[in-house]
C-alpha cells in the first residue's frame, strides 16, 4: 500500500462491479444445477461502513462438505484488489441445514483510524468489496488440493462496504503511556490537522429559472481543479476516457429557428466546440457534437424529438466512446444509446461551459430549469439527484402559456373573422356571428371576459392609454383593475406589459405584494427579451436581493442581453429611446435646464447644438431624427463647427433619415479632420476599411486617431488584428486585439466593453483572469446606457416636472426595480417628498428600501450613505437602531469626499460613542492619532473643513474652530466659573451660526426621519 494522508472529506465513486446486493444468487455449473440447487450463501450486515470490529452475519447451506470462505478486497489510488482480511471455516457434518456465522471483520490500521502518533499515514481507500463463497470438498480424499477460489464457488455473494475518509475516522486506543512530553509534542501537532469542507464531483451549475430568449447570450461557466489531489488524479487519467453526466431541465416553447441553437457545450482555449457540445436544430432533434482523443468531432442525432411546452429533464451520461441520452418527463421516458470505437477527450478545465447562446451559436427559446455535473461519475437517471427546485414556479409558466394559447387562438379566430372583410361592428362576439366556424361559448367568453373587451375596442396596446390614463390625479387608483387586461396583453406578445406586471406584484404597486406572480412575469418578459425585465432579472441576480440567489453568472447572461442589444440600438433610428442622463430631483439647477423655454435651450439652439439633442432626445428634448438632420445639414453646410460637421457626414454615410451620399460625406470628414476632430480622423479609417477595403490606410488613420486619444480607432486596430487583417501581421493576434479593446473600453467604447466582459466571464484570454463580479459591472455599464431605458426614465422625470405625481411613481418604480441608481435616490426622493402617495400605493417601504437599493451600488452617491446614516442612527420605522452600521454609512460618504460624513463621525465621538478601528483603518486616519479622542476629533474636523467646497465660513469651519476655543479654554483657563460661561456663550454663537449656514447651504445633519 502507498498513500498519503489527505484532510479532505471526499465523494468517491465505485468502479462498475456489478449490482451492489444482498441476495445470493448461487452460481453453478449447469450440469450440476439439478444436484447442488440448494446451496447458497448470504451476507447480512448492520453498518456498512469500513470499521474496527464489524459484525457480519454469514448464512449458508451446504449440500456436501464445504469449506465457507469471506474475503475483504481493497481499492486505493495506486492499488487495486489489496486482499486485505481473509477467514475461512469448513463445515461437514451440518449438511442440508441453514446455518449462520457471525464475523467480526479486522482491517488495517490505517484503513479504519486517524493519523496519531502510532498511526502516521492513513490512507484514503477507494473501495471495499466483501466476498462470500463455498467450494464443495472433493470426493474422495479430504487431504487432496482443490481450487478453492470465488471463480469455482458453488454458491457466492458480495457487497460494497462504504469506505470512510481519514478525517471522519476515530483515533485508536492504543492502550499505552505516553512520555509526558512525546504527548504533548503529539498534541501540538494533532491540533494543527486542518478541517476541511466535504468536496464532492457534483457541479450545480443553476439552481434557479433562466428565460432564454434565443439570442446569442448565455451563462458561462468555468470549472476548477480539485483540492482533493485524489479527485483530481482521477479527472486527469479521465481527459482520454471521460466518464460524466450532465442532467439538464428544460421548458421549450419552439425548436430552433435556425441551423441549431445552443442547450449547453464546451468551447476550448481556441475558441472551438469541444466535447461535449450539445444542440437543438430545427426539427426538435439533439445534435451531440464530441471530440475524439485524435483530435477529430463527431457528431450524432437523436432518434427523438423533444417536446415542447412541457417541462422534461435531459440526462445524459458520456463513458469513453459511449453516449447514453434519456429525456424524462410527465408520461414522458425516451432513451437513446450511441456507441463509437474510438474514445472522447474531455478536459473540463482547458476551456469554458456554456448554457445557452454565445457569440457562436444562439440560445434555445424557453426555459432553463435546474442543471447539475457530475464531472467524474456515470449515473443512471433514477441516481441522479437533480429535482425541480420550485414547482410553484414551473407550474406557474405551465398554466401561463396554457392561458395564453387559449388566447392567442381566440385572437387568430377573431383575426381571421377581421380579414374576412366584415365590419368590426357586425362582429357580434357577445353572440352569434355570421361565421360558425368561430362561435365562441358562453363559457369561453366568461373566462376570458376581458380579452373580448379588448377584441370589441381593436386595441391590443393597452398600456398605452393604460400609461395616458396614470396622468390623472388618481391614476393609479385603477391599477388593480388594469390587471386583467396587462395579462391580456402580455400574452398578445405585448411584453412591455409583462414588466409592468413584473413590478406591480413585486412591489405591491396598488395590489398586495405576489412574489411568484412577479418572478413569473418577470420571466416571461425577459424570454420575450423586454428589456426592462431583462435588466430587472440581472439586477436582482447581481445583488440577490428580493428572494433570488446570487448568481453573477447568472446575472451577466441576462446584463449581456441588453449590453448587446445596446450597442445596436444606438445605430436606430426608430423606437422610443431617449439618451440616459443623470438627473438627480435634488439638483434644481440641473432640473431647470429640463425646461424648453430655458437659457440651456437656448444656448445650445443658437449654437447649433440642438442637432445631437433632436436626434437623440436629450436634455428634455424629444428624440426627433427628421428635425436633427435638418439642424445638422444647416450647421455642416453653414457652420465651421467640426463636430457638426462630422455628425453629418456620417448620418450621410449611412443613409440615417437621408438618402446616402458617400461623395458629400467623405468631403465633410476630411474637413473635420483637417480641423484636429479625433473622431473625423477614425471617421476615414473607418471609410478606407469599409468602403475600398484599403486596410494600409484605415489602420493609418486609426493609428492617427488613436494618438489622439479616440476609443473608436483603438477597438478598430483590434478588430483589424482579431481579423487577422492588421497590415504586415501574417496571422490573427487575439491578445494584442484584446488590449487594444481594452483600452477602448478604457475610453468608454460599448463595443470594447462588451468583448473585455466577455474576456473576464469566460477566463479564456491572456491578461484577463476570470473575474466574473468585473464582468457583471461592465455589461450592467453598457446595459444602463440603452436608449429604451432611457426613455423610460426621462418619462418619469417629465412627469415629475409636470407635477403627475402618480405617472412620476410609476416610472421611476420601473426604473428603480430594473436597477438604475439614480432612479432609485429619485424615487426615494419623491416618497420623502409624498410620504401619502407611498403609504398609499406601494406595499413596500420606499424610502428604505430604494436608498438601501442604491449604496449597493457602486456608483452610489453619497448623500445615500448619509441619509442611510440617520436611519441607522434614529432607527427608521421598524427597522432598530444600528450604531455600527450608522458609522459604516458616514464613513463612506466620507470617503465619497463628503465633508457631512465626517462631521457626522465627528458629532458621534463627541456624543459618547466611539468609532471602531477598522473604520479609522478604512478612512487612512494615523494610528498615532488615535491614542486620544481629542486627536482624533480634530483629524475629523480637519478634514470636514478641507473637503467642504463652501464658502470660506461654513458649518465645518466653525466646528473646527469651536473644536480649537474648547481645547484652548481647557488648557489655559482654570476657572471652572470662567470655562463654563465662555464655552456657554460661545456655544449659542456656534449654534447660530451653524444654523444659519445650514439653511444657506442646503446641508442637512442627521435627523429623525
Known amino acids: 500500500w502507498r498513500g498519503t494522508k489527505r484532510c479532505f472529506q471526499t465523494s468517491y465513486f465505485v468502479p462498475s462491479f456489478g449490482r451492489e446486493t444482498l441476495l445470493t444468487t448461487p452460481v453453478i455449473p449447469q450440469s450440476d444445477q439439478s444436484i447442488d440447487s440448494e446451496d447458497f450463501i448470504h451476507l447480512n450486515i448492520l453498518e456498512k461502513r469500513v470499521l474496527n470490529n464489524s459484525e457480519v452475519s454469514v448464512q449458508y447451506l451446504c449440500s456436501k462438505p464445504c469449506t465457507v470462505t469471506l474475503e475483504a478486497v481493497a481499492s486505493s489510488e495506486f492499488r ?41 499515514r492513513s490512507i484514503i481507500v477507494h473501495t471495499v468489496i466483501l466476498y462470500a463463497w463455498i467450494n464443495h470438498k472433493p470426493v474422495g480424499s479430504y487431504d487432496a488440493k482443490q481450487d478453492e477460489s470465488y471463480l469455482q464457488a458453488i454458491a457466492k455473494n458480495y457487497t460494497l462496504l462504504e469506505t470512510v475518509p481519514p478525517c471522519e475516522r476515530p483515533y485508536k486506543d492504543h492502550k499505552v503511556c505516553f512520555k509526558w512530553s512525546s504527548e504533548h509534542m503529539w498534541r501540538l501537532q494533532a491540533n494543527r490537522i486542518p478541517q476541511c469542507l466535504h468536496e464532492t464531483d457534483a457541479v450545480e451549475i443553476l439552481s434557479f429559472p433562466y428565460a432564454s430568449s434565443g439570442e446569442k447570450t448565455g451563462i458561462v461557466k468555468k470549472f476548477k481543479r480539485f483540492h482533493n489531489r485524489e479527485l483530481e488524479t482521477i479527472r486527469q487519467h479521465q481527459i482520454d476516457y471521460p466518464k460524466f453526466t450532465i442532467s439538464v431541465w428544460l421548458y421549450l416553447l419552439h425548436h430552433c429557428e435556425k441551423n441549431l441553437c445552443g442547450i449547453f457545450y464546451f468551447i476550448d482555449p481556441g475558441e472551438m466546440y469541444s466535447t461535449p457540445a450539445v444542440f437543438l436544430n430545427e426539427e426538435g432533434y439533439v445534435h451531440i457534437q464530441m471530440r475524439l482523443v485524435k483530435g477529430e468531432d463527431l457528431a450524432v442525432k437523436t432518434i427523438f424529438s423533444l417536446p415542447l411546452k412541457q417541462w422534461f429533464r ?132 366568461e373566462k376570458y371576459h376581458t380579452l373580448f373587451s379588448l377584441l370589441q375596442e381593436m386595441d391590443f396596446r393597452y398600456l398605452r392609454r393604460l400609461q395616458q390614463g396614470l396622468s390623472r390625479a388618481d391614476g393609479l387608483h385603477y391599477m388593480s383593475s388594469s390587471i386583467p387586461f396587462l395579462m391580456d396583453s402580455s400574452c398578445c406578445g405585448y411584453h412591455k406589459a409583462s414588466f409592468f406586471l413584473a413590478v406591480i406584484f413585486e412591489t405591491g404597486l396598488a395590489v398586495p405584494i405576489d412574489p411568484l406572480q412577479g418572478l413569473l412575469y418577470s420571466l416571461v418578459g425577459a424570454q420575450r427579451s423586454e428589456r426592462l425585465a431583462v435588466m430587472n432579472l440581472g439586477y436582482k441576480h447581481y445583488q440577490g436581493i428580493n428572494n433570488y440567489p446570487l448568481d453573477l453568472e447568472l446575472s451577466y447572461a441576462y446584463y449581456n442581453n441588453i449590453a448587446l442589444k445596446t450597442s445596436h440600438d444606438q445605430h436606430a433610428t426608430k423606437g422610443d429611446q431617449a439618451f440616459v442622463e443623470t438627473i438627480r430631483l435634488r439638483d434644481d439647477e440641473l432640473l431647470k435646464a429640463q425646461l424648453r423655454n430655458g437659457d440651456v435651450f437656448m444656448w445650445l439652439k443658437y449654437e447649433q447644438r440642438l442637432a445631437q439633442m433632436l436626434f437623440w432626445g436629450q436634455q428634455g428634448v424629444a428624440k426627433n431624427p427628421e428635425a436633427a438632420i435638418e439642424w445638422y445639414s444647416k450647421g455642416a453646410l453653414e457652420t465651421e463647427d467640426p463636430i457638426l460637421i462630422y455628425d453629418y457626414a456620417i448620418i450621410l454615410f449611412k443613409g440615417h433619415g437621408v438618402k446616402k451620399n458617400t461623395r458629400l460625406a467623405l468631403e465633410l470628414m476630411k474637413k473635420a479632420a483637417s480641423k484636429g476632430l479625433h473622431q473625423a480622423m477614425n471617421g476615414l479609417g473607418w471609410y478606407y476599411h469599409n468602403f475600398k477595403r484599403d486596410y494600409i490606410k484605415a489602420a493609418k488613420y486609426w493609428l492617427k486617431a488613436e494618438e489622439m486619444g479616440n476609443p473608436d480607432a483603438s477597438y478598430n486596430l483590434g478588430a483589424l488584428h482579431l481579423d487577422g487583417i492588421y497590415p504586415g501581421v501574417p496571422s490573427r493576434n487575439r491578445t494584442l486585439a484584446a488590449e487594444y479593446f481594452y483600452k477602448a473600453a478604457q475610453g468608454g467604447h460599448v463595443e470594447g466593453t462588451i468583448r473585455c466582459s466577455l474576456y473576464y ?141 465626517f462631521f457626522n463621525l465627528a458629532l458621534l465621538m463627541e456624543e459618547g460613542n466611539s468609532i471602531p478601528p477598522y473604520i479609522l483603518d478604512h478612512l487612512q486616519i494615523n494610528r498615532t492619532l488615535r491614542s486620544t479622542n481629542i486627536s482624533i476629533l480634530q483629524e475629523l474636523y480637519q478634514r470636514c473643513w478641507s473637503h467642504c467646497n463652501q464658502e470660506l465660513i461654513n458649518p465645518c469651519s466653525l466646528a473646527l474652530l469651536y473644536f480649537y476655543l474648547r481645547v484652548f479654554w481647557n488648557n489655559i483657563l482654570h476657572s471652572t466659573l470662567i470655562y463654563f460661561m465662555g464655552t456657554f456663550l460661545v456655544s449659542i454663537l456656534i449654534a447660530f451660526a451653524v444654523q444659519y449656514f445650514q439653511s444657506l447651504s442646503g446641508k442637512y445633519l442627521p435627523r429623525s426621519a
Not at 87 to 92: G, H, L, S, V, Y
Not at 105 to 112: R, S
Not at 322 to 346: A, C, M, P, T, W
Request: charged share 25%.
Open 761 to 901: 466571464i469566460t477566463g479564456n484570454m491572456e491578461n484577463f483572469a476570470r473575474d466574473p463580479e468585473k464582468a457583471v459591472i461592465w455589461a450592467k455599464h453598457i446595459a444602463e446606457k440603452n436608449g429604451y431605458l432611457g426613455h423610460v426614465i426621462r418619462k418619469a422625470l417629465n412627469a415629475y416636472l409636470e407635477l403627475s405625481w402618480h405617472e412620476a411613481l410609476l416610472y421611476y418604480v420601473l426604473a428603480a426595480e430594473a436597477g438604475i441608481e439614480v432612479s432609485q435616490t429619485n424615487l426615494a426622493h419623491i416618497c420623502e417628498e409624498r410620504p401619502e402617495l407611498a403609504r398609499r400605493y406601494l406595499a413596500t417601504n420606499c424610502v428604505w428600501r430604494y436608498y438601501n437599493f442604491s449604496i449597493s451600488q457602486i456608483n452610489a452617491p453619497s448623500f445615500a450613505y448619509l441619509k442611510m446614516g440617520d436611519f441607522y442612527y434614529y432607527g427608521y420605522q421598524n427597522h432598530s437602531k444600528d450604531l455600527e452600521l450608522s458609522v459604516q454609512m458616514y464613513a463612506q460618504a466620507a470617503l465619497e469626499g463628503d465633508s457631512q460624513g
Open 314 to 445: 435531459l440526462d445524459l451520461s458520456f463513458n469513453g466512446g459511449q453516449i447514453e441520452i434519456i429525456i424524462v418527463g410527465k408520461n414522458l421516458k425516451r432513451q437513446h444509446h450511441q456507441s463509437f470505437k474510438e474514445d472522447f477527450y474531455y478536459d473540463d478545465m482547458a476551456g469554458y461551459f456554456v448554457l445557452g447562446g454565445s457569440g457562436y451559436a444562439p440560445g434555445i427559446e424557453g426555459f432553463f430549469g435546474p442543471v447539475k455535473y457530475y464531472r467524474l461519475i456515470i449515473l443512471e437517471t433514477k441516481q441522479i439527484s437533480n429535482h425541480l427546485y420550485d414547482k410553484e414556479i414551473t407550474e406557474q409558466i405551465e398554466l401561463y402559456y396554457e392561458r395564453c394559447a387559449d388566447i392567442q387562438e381566440i385572437v387568430s379566430g377573431y383575426g381571421h373573422l377581421v380579414k374576412q372583410g366584415q365590419a368590426v361592428a357586425e362582429l357580434q362576439i357577445w353572440g352569434k356571428t355570421k361565421c360558425d366556424a368561430f362561435v365562441w361559448g358562453k363559457e369561453l367568453r
Open 80 to 120: 487495486t484488489g489489496v486482499l486485505v482480511y481473509k477467514k475461512r471455516w469448513k463445515n461437514e457434518k451440518h449438511l442440508h441445514i441453514s446455518r449462520t456465522q457471525t464475523v467480526h471483520l479486522k482491517f488495517p490500521n490505517i484503513m479504519v483510524y486517524r493519523d496519531d502518533y502510532f498511526i502516521r
